[in-house]
């Protein structure tokens, strides 16, 4: 069946068209996010893998090399089965330090600007036959389809149209931090429809050609040859070990494969679905490659076994079918080549155009980037179809797609040795690749471009073309990437690696993790890194990747703690990088935002940032270092929850720890200090902390702190961490706790206050029995002239003297009741106390006295008993009633109340009058000689009286203001005493 042309060509062109809807679609959000990034989406879109030689070229293969063919699926999926050892640490480092490509990987991880240009160079070579590929294998089968022979229109319409559509994603940002969601369903898409093209014609073959399972297996039991087709191949010239090589690396050096594995990968979980769902995916393609294969030559078809699919579905004379393969080989060619511009173009800039000239800090980056990879795409589309239209005709797409392999086969040692062997130097690096590189361009590149017999083989009189054997491209291939990993490994033993390539590979390798050193910035804030980086970013830009930076750390604009600058340079070193490649990147921020380095004071590690890259791996370490994991999180949790304070301080006085305890002495934060300087503390702790340092002890006791208006003690130890560390030299580590002694100093304060105490009721004692004598003498006195004179004066000055020296009789009582208070009280004098009876005792008492204006209700039932002295209790509640009866209003209400709760009893004594007086009065309350009546009317010891005999009882006794809880006016007093129990009458008994 043949095909017009011109109807051919619009159909290609609608279904590119389609294609581009539906990535417009896919990003102007009419899909679900959550739909777009499902990992079955991501999965389809490694699909990008089978490119126009793998639904063509790979029939052709097998047909060369039998089952050989199985490599280009076998070494790809092995890499995926072990996607958790070979791939998830490359996404780590690719999400860690934005890094897009597989020049920024080598870039970043040999700290070497000739290492991102070279590699972006000889990739560009190698991929150039792949691309060109792509662009033969839609120009023939449109050539079958229409049976003409017009190589140059048809490809160059294809490749216009798929460079308009990749200009549109080229337009866009392509760094990590960016995802091409519409690029990544587009791909997905066609993948579905090249799985479908492939089983549709691998079900024709089968059902059509065959006519059934037992119509194949009676063909293939008269045809042994289409078996040994095979077989014979596996067997003779072992070249599976080399595809296998090839093929396997191939999921990460290709360009379009890193950028689909990594670059374009949502969530590192997807890779888990992808270790299974995309080798799934390659093994339905293999199976039906063999079908096809045996349908073509049972056919006979008269082409080259590399179009056996195109030409299968012509023979069907099946118009829909035809168009389907043809479908198919177009979203395999325009997949590759599309993901293939997008990076390659990223690479070029960033490597090869940045170094050479950057926008000046007056112009806009972004704009200026987006215009520069727009020009690159083209140019490296242009360099594709001169490459398809000066060296393709002579050779087959196996021809073609196995120099590619073998080209980027040569990054494999390096890539290896990123992650696997941190020893590996730039030089190795270079001198291998060189090596590998210049044996491949030789022997395999020149004999295909001039298509001459190869000068190598002639030497060693092997009189074979290029590629008329298999067994020459495999000694080719596994002698060059020998030759490769030999050299990178004898130079790099025999050179050294600078300190920065040694900090990126410990960062790269899989065993070991990042210990960046503890340096300080020149600048000082947030404000002082964009003026730093606006010198070479300009103003806008600078503000707008630090921004990001920021967004990306959760850190406010206000962050000044070193730690917390040196995370911020790092981010915006790794966003650079995206945007502007590695190198690049390192070399704006080691010139405009360089670290403070000072010889003088050794650098330290930077033991922050290890612990939290130690906390994001707990879940992943097993065995020892699991092991040694728990046990260093079990000393750093008892660290941290010591009941004193530790703070731990690097050389230049960096805060580098700070426990719970000292976070609620001083409520510090540790996120708001650690990474600090010790300048940053607030005072009174700065100058608590700094004069301890800089003086020669290493202990101080009783350091007196005022902080929120209190005052507290603390002891401050300090120690030397390291063996070679001296006291007193401010250079070193040091580890200083604080110890709380502010209960402790209370204590002594309040036991030598009871002391003084003590001392002044025995004063007391002795004062009043010596002025006891003296005035019972004026009292009477004071009697005799009153009952002796008749003289008014002479009565009212006795009388006078009588009341003064009642006054004075009174108070003398108290301290004397004061004084001998422990004295009164001793086992033997508890007993069975009635509660209702003594409180009604004390009422009226009161009465008696004049207090009939009051009305005393006493709530309390007859049958609460406490334990405790009837007659020390009576003069409780006379003191309390009585002070109640002061503060309240005559026809006033006086309550009290009682109830038992378990082994106590609780005891309220309420009134309705004027409350406890206001501020610091009301915490002295239970003190002796504090009153709150006028002179004279009150001798301040009855409230202390009360307490201690309260306490003499086991209880407790507390003031109540009732306003201060919204329940009116007055006070109430409560008091909790221990109730009378059978075990008391029991003991009482016995005793």
Not at 245 to 260: D, E, G, K, Q, R
Request: net charge negative; glycine share 6%; hydrophobic share 45%.
């Amino acid at each position: 069946m043949i095909f017009d042309a011109l109807g051919l060509l619009s159909l290609g062109l609608a279904y590119l068209i389609f294609l581009f809807l539906i990535a417009h679609l896919s990003e102007s959000g009419l899909f679900s996010t959550k739909w777009i990034r499902n990992p079955t989406v991501y999965v389809l879109s490694l699909g990008v893998y089978i490119s126009a030689w793998g639904v063509y070229g790979v029939v052709g293969f097998a047909y060369e090399t039998g089952y050989n063919f199985l490599a280009f699926y076998l070494g790809i999926s092995g890499v995926f089965l072990l996607a958790p050892v070979l791939l998830s640490p490359i996404l780590r480092l690719t999400k860690n330090h934005q890094l897009s490509s597989l020049a920024d990987l080598f870039a970043f991880r040999y700290r070497s600007q000739w290492v991102g240009s070279l590699t972006t160079i000889f990739m560009l070579l190698a991929l150039l036959p792949l691309l060109a590929l792509q662009i033969r294998a839609v120009s023939d089968t449109a050539n079958i389809l229409t049976q003409q022979q017009n190589h140059y229109g048809v490809a160059i319409i294809f490749c216009c149209a798929i460079t308009l559509f990749t200009l549109l994603f080229g337009a866009k940002p392509l760094t990590p931090q960016y995802k091409h969601d519409g690029l990544v369903v587009t791909i997905a898409v066609e993948a579905i429809v090249k799985l479908v093209m492939m089983l549709t014609v691998a079900g024709y073959a089968l059902f059509s050609v065959f006519d059934g399972t037992d119509g194949l297996t009676q063909w293939l039991a008269h045809n042994k040859d289409a078996l040994e087709l095979l077989y014979i191949p596996l067997k003779e010239n072992g070249i599976w070990h080399s595809l296998i090589l090839a093929f396997l690396f191939s999921a990460v050096v290709m360009p379009y494969m890193y950028h689909m594995v990594f670059t374009e990968n949502f969530q590192p979980r997807s890779l888990l679905t992808a270790s299974w769902g995309f080798p799934l995916y390659l093994w339905l393609m293999a199976l039906c490659v063999p079908l096809i294969l045996w349908a073509g030559i049972k056919l006979e078809l008269g082409v080259n076994p590399e179009y056996f699919t195109i030409a299968i579905a012509q023979a069907s004379q099946s118009s829909l079918l035809s168009l389907l393969v043809f479908i198919g080989g177009i979203s395999a060619a325009s997949g590759t080549i599309v993901v293939t511009l997008l990076s390659l173009s990223s690479m070029v800039l960033n490597h090869v155009v940045l170094p050479l000239a950057q926008p000046s800090p007056d112009y806009n980056l972004y704009h200026w980037l987006v215009w520069v990879r727009r020009l690159l795409i083209v140019c490296i589309m242009g360099l594709s179809y001169a490459f398809y239209g000066l060296f393709t005709f002579e050779h087959t797409m196996t021809e073609m797609a196995i120099l590619t392999f073998i080209g980027t086969l040569q990054f494999a040692p390096g890539l290896v040795s990123v992650l696997f062997w941190p020893r590996a130097t730039r030089a190795g690096f270079l001198a291998g690749l060189s090596v590998g590189l210049l044996i491949w361009f030789s022997v395999l590149v020149i004999p295909y471009i001039l298509n001459l017999p190869n000068f190598f083989t002639q030497l060693i009189s092997i009189n074979l073309r290029f590629f008329e054997d298999p067994i020459y491209w495999h000694h080719i291939g596994l002698g060059s990437t020998i030759a490769n990993a030999v050299v990178m490994f004898v130079v790099s033993l025999i050179t050294k690696q600078t300190a920065s390539e040694q900090m990126a590979a410990d960062s790269c390798a899989v065993d070991n993790l990042r210990r960046p050193y503890r340096w300080s910035l020149k600048a000082k804030s947030v404000e002082d890194v964009i003026n730093s980086l606006s010198e070479v970013l300009g103003r806008l830009t600078a503000e707008r990747e630090v921004e990001q930076a920021l967004i990306d750390l959760s850190m406010s604009p206000e962050e000044t703690r070193p730690y917390a600058l040196r995370r911020l340079r790092d981010q915006i070193e790794s966003n650079l990088s995206g945007l502007l490649g590695p190198s690049v990147a390192h070399e704006i921020l080691d010139t405009h935002l360089s670290y403070q380095i000072r010889p003088e004071t050794p650098a330290s590690e930077d033991i922050h940032y290890v612990e939290s890259r130690l906390e994001e791996y707990k879940h992943r370490m097993s065995g020892l270092a699991g092991e040694l994991d728990a046990l260093r999180r079990f000393h750093r949790q008892t660290l941290y929850d010591l009941p004193i304070g530790v703070c731990s301080l690097g050389r230049d006085l960096e805060i580098i720890s700070w426990n719970r305890t000292l976070m609620e002495m001083t409520g510090i934060s540790d996120d708001q200090i650690i990474g600090s300087g010790l300048h940053a503390l607030p005072e009174p702790w700065q100058s608590l902390l700094n004069d301890f340092l800089h003086s020669p002890n290493v202990q101080l006791y009783n350091q007196e702190v005022v902080s929120q208006s209190q005052s507290r003690w603390f002891n401050l130890h300090r120690a030397f961490i390291g063996e070679h560390e001296k006291a007193g030299d401010l250079s070193s580590s040091q580890v200083i706790v604080l110890e709380d002694v502010t209960e402790l100093e209370r204590l002594e304060s309040q036991l030598a206050h009871n002391e003084r105490l003590a001392a002044l009721g025995r004063l007391a004692a002795g004062i009043a029995h010596e002025t006891g004598n003296p005035v019972t003498g004026i009292a009477c006195l004071a009697q005799n002239l009153k009952a002796e004179y008749t003289d008014p004066e002479i009565i009212e000055a006795s009388t006078l003297i009588l009341t003064q020296t009642q006054r004075i009789t009174n108070i003398v009582r108290s301290l004397v009741g004061f004084a001998r208070t422990d004295a009164h009280m001793t086992a033997s004098t508890y007993s069975a106390v009635n509660l209702h009876n003594v409180i009604s005792e004390a009422i009226n008492l009161l009465q008696l006295s004049g207090s009939k204006d009051y009305q005393f209700d006493n709530f309390c039932t007859d049958d609460i008993l406490v334990r405790g002295n009837a007659q020390r209790l009576m003069q409780v509640f006379v003191n309390l009633l009585s002070n109640a009866r002061d503060a309240s209003p005559p026809a006033s209400h006086i309550i009290v109340e009682a109830h038992t709760n378990g082994n106590y009893v609780h005891i309220d004594v309420e009134d309705f009058g004027h409350g406890l007086p206001e501020g610091t009065i009301r915490s002295t309350l239970f003190e002796p000689f504090v009153t709150t009546k006028e002179t004279g009317k009150g001798t301040g010891l009855g409230l202390a009286l009360v307490h201690g005999i309260i306490g003499e009882h086991g209880g407790k006794i507390q003031l109540m203001d009732k306003a201060d809880y919204d329940q009116g006016r007055g006070v109430i007093v409560q008091i909790t005493l221990p109730t009378w129990t059978d075990d008391m009458a029991n003991e009482e008994a016995n005793s």
